[in-house]
């Protein structure tokens, strides 16, 4: 039974946020929204923002930092939605994605640190 997460394990963690934030970042230009009015510049900003967090949690962990990309990976998720943008689906797809991901691995990082096993039997 695991009972917390190694350093080694954080940054795996932080290392593939790194990865979905900057394919969020790009995903603009290589799948082909960048005209779009609200789509592109989200995921620059979000993309950005989750690889600069990520980036400072491999040098010196904090937990707050994946509080913070858990809650830009939700974003990511809802934004399609909340800012209109769910009907151009390479944004959509990018957004959910990658939100999914960092949510996914941020949640597990701040799960982990605090000691839970991942069975209560």
């Not at 996914?104 to 991942?118: C, E, Q, R």
């Amino acid at each position: 039974m695991m009972k917390s997460q190694s350093s080694k394990d954080r940054a795996a963690f932080d290392i593939i946020n790194i990865v979905a934030g900057l394919a969020l970042f790009l995903s603009p230009w290589l799948l082909g929204f960048a005209t779009e009015p609200y789509a592109p510049w989200n995921a620059w900003i979000v993309g950005a923002a989750i690889t600069v967090i990520a980036a400072a949690a491999l040098f010196a962990f904090y937990e707050a930092e994946e509080w913070i990309n858990l809650v830009l990976g939700v974003w990511s998720v809802v934004a399609p939605w909340v800012l209109g943008f769910s009907a151009v689906a390479a944004a959509m797809w990018a957004h959910l994605i990658a939100g999914i991901v960092v949510a996914v691995l941020a949640a597990g990082s701040i799960w982990f640190t605090h000691n839970h096993p991942l069975s209560t039997t």
